[in-house]
Each structure stands twice: as structure tokens, then as C-alpha cells.
């Protein structure tokens, strides 16, 4: 069975940092291009983050520079590092793996980001 959990998110201070991490079970890892959306109250799901098969990368301009997506392969789990926290980054985030004919996605995780 397919199963995508994301794990890691919490309460952090301004300026502080979490790392994500998205666990994927059930389907051929490797042929999924690996994505990070998030989701604040009263707004559209926003994709954050995304790493391609072939290993290139692409930020939201409202994260670049602070957050970091990277996968490893062989325990079939990706990753968001997330650095320099401010309150506008608070939503739920999601991981996504995208292929061609299908996509999964996680429950997500609540990240919230308050003094």
C-alpha cells in the first residue's frame, strides 16, 4: 500500500529552525520527482520547494535562501531544512511525489512559527 508520512514540524520561535522529513513506502521511489507545499489558513496551497529526477532544484522566492530540499534514495526519505523561520512561514506543510501517471501526497505536518 502507498503511504506518505511527513514528520518533524512543531512550534519554533522567530528565527529558529526545523527539518521535514517525508517517508514514502508502497511505490518505486526513485521514478517520483519529490515536492514540499504548504498551506496557511485562509490561503491557496503554495509549492515551496521541488528536487527533479535529475536532481535539480526550485524555491518560492519567499523561502530561497533559508530552506534546503534534498531526498535519500536509499531509505526512500526526503527532507526539508528549514532556517530563519518568520511567522509568515506557519502553515501545513505537505511532501508530494510526483510521476507521470500518478502523485501521492502525505497528511501533512503543522509548522508554526510564534514568539
Known amino acids: 500500500q502507498v503511504q506518505v508520512a511527513e514528520s518533524g514540524g512543531g512550534l519554533v520561535q522567530p528565527g529558529g529552525s526545523l527539518r521535514l522529513s517525508c517517508a514514502g513506502s508502497g511505490f518505486n521511489f526513485s521514478m517520483y520527482s519529490m515536492n514540499w507545499y504548504r498551506q496557511a489558513p485562509g490561503k491557496q496551497r503554495e509549492l515551496v520547494a521541488s528536487l527533479v529526477l535529475s536532481g535539480l532544484t526550485n524555491y518560492a522566492n519567499s523561502v530561497k535562501g533559508r530552506f534546503t530540499i534534498s531526498r535519500d534514495i536509499a531509505k526512500n526519505t526526503g527532507y526539508l531544512q528549514m532556517n530563519s523561520l518568520k511567522p509568515e512561514d506557519t502553515a501545513v506543510y505537505y511532501c508530494?511525489?510526483?510521476?507521470?501517471?500518478?502523485?501521492?501526497w502525505g497528511q501533512g505536518t503543522q509548522v508554526t512559527v510564534s514568539s
Open positions: 508530494n511525489f510526483g510521476g507521470i501517471h500518478s502523485a501521492f
